[in-house]
């Protein structure tokens, strides 16, 4: 560990403080301390998000908006509080642009659902970058094939980063959707989406961008952005699992169908007729996760009182110092060389399947992922079956990534 590395971490950011927060991180594993860099795939949990979750279900459980008690009240006045805190977060206009979701995954197949089949017809093309997550490919094929739209790859070199002037030449009017990640869960690109959304709006094209792997890393503001649509899930940015948002303009919303029917999706139901709730609820059918709303809530709290622009620099230190070590380890390739890259590291260890630098580097207690981490269609292009992949948070220290460079020349020793 360099020290200059160790100064950049220390000095306005305080990691072993906050490992104290997440209870998890302190176990052994296959008889190692515990190093967690699955990030990528979910983050996890500081105490104050279990406590939350923990404390609603002794305390105030019970159904939001439509009980006439007091339980039902508190539930409804914590559930509410967190929709404004991550409209807050987002810097979103109004708390009614906070759809509650599974995940960003049934966040696009919302908007692909009821915008795409209200507003595409045939002949309309949408754009999805090469690098997506297949959840910001599948819903926009379903939604084409019901409606006689294309889905057209916008094309990533082969450092990992869109090719912004191939995507200028495919835009046109018939282009109505452009969906993109504002991180790349496979290769770490932050994408230049500020860019994206002004060239997408200036053909007409609406423009969605998946922040699944951006929220985690740095403040988010959506009026800036000017995006139409920001989806992400609860679980990478510290929450629960099955939990998502969607943000949308106010405009856009309001206009779209219900995606489901249901409870409190409704204002009245007859069988003459049944008219619809306003936002957020008219996208909110049936009993919401309301546990894990209010944990999420807590999971804001906790980073809104956290130095972020120091943890950011804190995990784009462990990166740098990371790639640094890959570059001078024999046999090692780094996949996605982007210019500006986020807590991501895939890798490949020449001769060596990727599943089995996984399978090792675990029994020396160190957790990555390996495989095409759901973005299939840009490992074909690079011609791989996929990657290792080790992802960064804030929690994560410089000693971490040297027991993961220590791990990797154990496994080598394995492998090759
Ligand atoms: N988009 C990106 C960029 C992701 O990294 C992920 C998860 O890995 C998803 C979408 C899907 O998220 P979820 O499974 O939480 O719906």
């Known amino acids: 560990m360099t020290e200059s590395l160790v100064s950049v971490g220390a000095v306005n950011f305080d990691v072993e403080k906050i490992r104290a927060d997440f209870p ?38 019970s159904n939001v908006h439509r009980g006439a008690h007091a ?3 508190r539930a409804t006045v914590k559930f509410e509080a967190a929709r404004e805190k991550v409209a807050a977060f987002l810097n979103a206009a109004s708390a009614k642009q906070i759809i509650w979701t599974r995940g960003t995954t049934e966040s696009i197949n919302l ?11 045939q002949g309309d093309r949408i754009l999805v970058s090469a690098m997506e997550h297949h959840s910001n490919i599948v819903p926009w094929q379903l939604v084409a094939q019901a409606t006689g739209a294309t889905v057209e790859p916008i094309p990533v070199d082969s450092n990992g980063s869109i090719n912004i002037s ?29 860019k994206i959304i002004g060239l997408a709006h200036a053909v007409g094209a609406r423009v969605l961008i998946d922040g699944a792997q951006a929220v985690s890393h740095w403040n988010v503001d959506v009026q800036k952005l000017d995006c139409d649509f920001y989806v992400f899930s609860a679980h990478k940015l510290f929450g629960p699992t099955g939990l998502g948002v969607l943000y949308g303009k106010l405009d856009l919303l309001n206009a779209m169908p219900p995606y489901q ?46 130095d972020r622009v120091a943890a950011s620099a804190h995990e784009q230190a462990l990166l740098e110092y990371a790639e640094e070590k890959a570059r001078s380890t024999s046999g090692l390739k780094l996949v996605g060389a982007a210019t500006h890259k986020a807590s991501v590291m ?5 001769g060596a399947h990727p599943a089995d630098v996984g399978v090792l580097l675990d029994k020396q207690g160190v957790a990555v992922r390996t495989g095409n981490h759901c973005a299939q269609p840009i490992m074909d292009q690079f011609g791989i079956p996929g990657t290792v992949r080790a992802s960064f948070s804030f929690y994560n220290t410089f000693d971490e990534v040297d027991r993961l460079f220590a791990a990797i020349e154990k496994a080598k020793t394995f492998l090759l």
């Open 24 to 61: 998890i991180l302190h176990q052994q594993v296959n008889g190692q301390p515990l190093v967690y860099l699955d990030n990528a795939a979910t983050t996890q949990k500081p105490n104050v998000v279990i406590d939350a979750i923990s404390d609603y279900y002794r305390t105030d459980n």
């Open 71 to 73: 339980l039902a009240d």
């Open 111 to 121: 908007v692909a659902a009821s915008w795409g089949k209200a507003n595409l017809q």
């Open 166 to 194: 191939a995507f200028e030449n495919m835009l046109d009017a018939k282009v109505k959707m452009v969906s993109v990640g504002h991180v790349s869960n496979a290769l770490g690109t932050i994408n230049p989406v500020e």
């Open 261 to 306: 029917g249901g409870g409190e999706m409704i204002e009245t139901v007859a069988f003459s007729g049944t008219t619809y709730n306003q936002l957020p609820y008219k996208f909110e059918a049936g009993t919401p996760d309301i546990a894990g709303v209010i944990g999420f809530g807590a999971a804001i709290d906790y980073l809104n009182a956290m």
């Open 346 to 350: 895939s890798f490949l260890l020449e």
